[in-house]
């Protein structure tokens, strides 16, 4: 008789052994959570997502160091070839032309590089948009009126906004197929190429007015 109610006993823990755990997930005073594969793929993509976020925002920050690279060495470039260093002592010349060379030193040291994927046309399209500025670049020289005119025409194909004279539509075809990044690059390009045609006209332009004043000048002291 005994013998029969141990082995009632033990058919009864087998029993309980197997049942699943009752809703809300409490099984015999312990707490029992099960995550799903659904729930941990979630939680992974929305841990991706924001890293992604602070992916592009280390690359903006620094692509915008690159830009302020660029500014600070154009500066400084401007500076030692401004009007106001002709007209200086040439003791001050030599001084202030030190400080900008240790400043420019300084700055090119600083080595940011923010590289562009690309597909294989992308690429073709940034080596020839490249291939035509720089062959508007080294007939600088030959006819500045005319090297002006054509990299505006350049400017006014990357610009949304109206272009003040004419467009080259085949270079702007060119641009489009350019990656994004790239076109942003071109667009700054063809704008420190401008402004630094503007001031040199303005130093041209200056200068031919000083000769003009010389000239004048000399001729009221001979007659």
Known sequence: MAQA??????????????????????????????????????????????LELRVEAFRDAASAMEQEKEILLEMIHNIQNSQDMRHISEGEREELNLTANRLMGRTLTVEVSVETIRNTQQQESLLHATKMIDEIVNKLLDDLEDAKIRLMSLYGACTSDVPAGPIDQKFQSVVIGCA???????KRRLETLLRNLENSEKSITLLEHQKSTLRQSCNSKQD
Request: charged share 30%; glycine share 10%.
């Open 180 to 186: 994004i990044e790239d076109q942003k690059k071109i």
């Open 5 to 50: 109610r141990i082995s009632a006993k033990a058919s009864e823990g087998a029993q309980g052994a197997q049942q699943p755990p009752p809703p809300g997930g409490q099984l015999r005073g312990r707490f029992y959570r099960s995550t799903s594969m659904a729930d941990r793929s979630s939680r992974l993509l929305e841990n991706l997502d924001q």
